[in-house]
């Protein structure tokens, strides 16, 4: 009818009939209506009057009118089906002039996540190796501790695999919590290495490929039942999330699946493939074919917690 004005602020007037004259449409035709004349007039002689569907409620977004289409998808993760679909509605879909269609939700919030991960996992990776480098000293140990994380990452694969999880944001937690266990299981393998290496170079006994490969094999062997319970420990804690119900079990899941995975393949490349990498760098680089100069080296020392 009218606008109020208090101050800066706003306010519209509305004004309806009594509810017992707008309950029933017979009622409301039969609403007389003064006129400047004075006649009364029936509400039906000036208006149609009638009962239409719409909405239960409008949105409206950015001042704009909004209206939502939910999606449940089962069976395939939200990005792969938002990008078939964003193609498929592209191609039957004609949007009219002033209209806008706007993907949101989950996918909104992967987006919005997936660009935060981009800084976040590289800056991760480089923040463990610049760890790894304060505590060895040395590039090239930092760099094969390193070597775990994509090996391991084939185990986490396998696993989400088997178990048919899709990658989600759950995953890629999983992954960087992986990534930091790995360089610690690294770390101690790498430790007992140089412990065995050391020793025999303070007995003198470092001089052929062969002293070298016995040492390297004594600290791979002194590593096996440290290594077994630290990966028991890690199933033992991670194992039961699998089976777990209720609310946020699903998260978790994505969460540990990883951490399993990776943590057996894992336990494999630091049985198997860090000792020859280490017995090559030492051959070549340090002992440089031939017998090791003891004053030389620096002896590590093991410093418990």
């Not at 609403?31 to 409008?58: F, R, W």
């Not at 449940?72 to 806008?100: C, F, H, M, N």
Request: proline residues 5%; without cysteine.
């Amino acid at each position: 009818m009218t606008t109020t004005i208090e101050g800066r602020e706003r306010y519209t007037v509305n004004v309806r009939y009594a509810r017992e004259l707008r309950d029933d449409l017979d009622k409301l035709r039969r609403v007389l209506v003064p006129t400047m004349s004075g006649a009364q007039i029936p509400l039906e002689q000036l208006a149609d009057i009638h009962l239409t569907l719409g909405p239960s409620m409008l949105r409206d977004e950015n001042a704009m009118l909004a209206g939502y289409v939910y999606v449940d998808i089962t069976g395939r993760d939200v990005g792969s089906y938002v990008a078939e679909a964003k193609k498929t509605v592209q191609e039957k879909l004609t949007l009219p002039a002033g209209y806008s269609l706007q993907w949101s939700g989950q996918y909104e919030n992967m987006l919005r996540v997936k660009e935060r991960l981009k800084v976040v996992i590289p800056l991760t990776i480089f923040i463990i190796f610049v760890l790894l480098y304060m505590n060895t000293k040395s590039p090239v140990k930092a760099g094969i501790v390193m070597l775990a994380v994509p090996f391991s990452l084939i185990g986490a694969i396998w696993f989400l695999y088997i178990l048919k999880f899709n990658v989600s944001i759950a995953v890629w937690v999983g992954m960087i919590a992986l990534m930091g266990l790995d360089a610690e299981t690294g770390v101690f393998m790498l430790l007992f290495l140089d412990l065995s290496y050391y020793d025999m170079v303070r007995q003198g006994r470092m001089r052929t490929f062969e002293d070298l490969k016995e040492a390297v094999i004594h600290g791979a062997v002194k590593r096996i039942r440290p290594k077994m319970m630290t990966v028991t420990t890690t199933f033992m804690g991670l194992i039961p999330i699998m089976w777990a119900m209720g609310t946020g079990a699903d998260m978790m899941k994505r969460i540990a699946a990883p951490m399993i995975g990776g943590v057996f393949t894992s336990f494999i490349l630091e049985l198997l493939v860090y000792p020859p990498i280490y017995v090559i760098w030492k051959w070549r680089y340090e002992m440089k074919h031939g017998t090791v100069d003891v004053s030389q080296l620096p002896v590590p020392h093991l410093r418990g917690h």
